[in-house]
């Protein structure tokens, strides 16, 4: 991994120069309509106290009925508020990444729709499919990108509009009441610093050989057609997940994972101010949080009010944290996620003082 190269001098603290990625300013926008378990019951045979007992979720954000609005909309605004924290404008930006795996359409990615938006000319715009686990793919990037020079000023996006691809029915509802809309924004910038702060070791896995246990098969290129009435008719074109099989893997990884990185960057869990999981269910953060035997306040959770929100929900809730000052100036904080692939993998920064 890049971040692990250099560990072993990394762990020295001072002493060491190099261009460390920093976070320079977040910010995170969810679209105006809300829409909570007791709204779903009229589409679908459920309840609120049966969402809230498998996903601990009570409310999400759906975009408006009859709107034109994609991910590069609602990463617009959530670019907007982190660029004005950050105090950048546009023309700052040497690299856009955006994470998503609902694009504005088939092609092209949303990274090139963002950056035109943002009034920009050629700026770069790279665009990743790594779903739940995106944010920590795109730092682990970003990171790189920054320590080979090749950008100094990165912008990282993870957007969602899910609402409009979800079978609001009883026939799709464990998957339904799950997914909602937002975006988060993250500013990295290069700092040349002796410090030991910024990205401090990360992670990455895959393993392909569980691709099917969550997925969203059409349009398929590997089909002719690439999509069908007999298909549609079928449900093709909506996710599926195996929950079962996903949580199974979910709670083993991620705590293995976080292990592994804090062995890595020679940390204690008692180091980690603070840990913040990819919001795809309260059940498994909790049962995540109980594997490597963590207090419920060193792990944050807002699913309960935004829902899944795939690519966008780790910034999301990193800038919620840091709005509620539950972190801050010198904290350390370890970022983990798993997601379809499956993809799994986990960041450590330290916040500068």
Partial sequence: MPCGDNRNKAKKGRGISMKKAIIKGTGRYVPPRVVTNHELTQWMDTSDEWIRQRTGIEQRYWVPEGDEIGPSDLGLEASRIALKRAGWTPSDIDLIIFATMTPDVYLPGSGCY?????????????????????????????NAFIRSGFANRILFVGSEVQS???????????ISVIFGDGAGAVCLEGVETDEQVGII??????????????????PSSRLNPRISEEMILEGRHYAFMDGRSVFKHAVKRLG???????????????????????????????????????????????????????????PIALDEAIEMNLIGNGSTVLFLALGAGLTWGAVIYKFAD
């Avoid at 990455?204 to 691709?211: D, Y």
Wanted: charged share 20%; aromatic share 6%; with cysteine.
């Fill in 201 to 218: 070791e990360s992670t990455l896995n895959a393993q392909g050989e569980f691709a099917s246990a969550l997925i969203m098969e059409l």
């Fill in 256 to 314: 293995e994972v976080a292990k592994e990185t804090m062995e890595k960057a020679g940390l204690s869990a008692e180091e980690i101010d603070l840990f913040i999981p990819h919001q795809a269910n309260l059940r498994i953060n909790q049962a995540f949080a109980r594997s490597i035997n963590l207090p419920e306040e060193k792990v944050f959770n807002n699913i309960q009010r935004y829902g899944n929100t795939t690519a966008a929900s780790i």
């Fill in 164 to 174: 409009t691809a979800l079978d609001i029915s009883t026939r799709g509802r464990d």
């Fill in 114 to 142: 963002l950056q035109y938006k943002l009034g920009l000319d050629t700026t770069p715009a790279l665009d990743i499919r790594q779903q739940c686990t995106g944010f920590i793919y795109g730092l682990t990037i970003a």
